[in-house]
């Protein structure tokens, strides 16, 4: 799938199935809201904590997708095409950081 494709598809969802688009500011708070639910995860799984019993069968990948969701919703109802930006995006970092990383020291010493 695209990520235009994406975006009309949950553009046809948010309009079938879940009525109409939550107000920005409400999908900024979500999107806030499964971004912490990703770092939950990973500060467990990855980090020093540990999970709790109510833990044990959380889904990274389905809170990635969640984050992409509200993500989506974000830039339907701001009109911004993900696939440009995206590209732009990347032909910044291939020009701006184009040696950037290579040439940081702390990066190199691992």
């Known amino acids: 799938m ?3 494709e994406a975006q009309n598809r949950v553009d ?3 309009n079938t199935t879940g009525v109409r688009y939550f107000d920005e500011l409400t999908n900024m708070a979500l999107l806030t809201e499964e971004v912490g639910e ?3 995860i990973i500060a467990r799984k990855y980090g020093e904590q540990s999970f709790k019993k109510s833990d044990e069968d959380v889904d990274l990948a389905d809170e990635f997708a969640d984050v992409l969701f ?3 919703c974000l830039a339907n109802q701001t009109g911004v095409d993900l ?3 995206f590209e732009k995006n990347l032909e910044k970092k291939e020009t701006r950081d184009k040696y950037r990383h290579k040439n940081n020291k702390k990066l190199n010493n691992k």
């Open 2 to 4: 695209t990520l235009k």
């Open 12 to 14: 046809q969802w948010i």
């Open 38 to 40: 990703v770092a939950r």
């Open 70 to 72: 509200v993500l989506i």
């Open 83 to 85: 696939t440009g930006a």
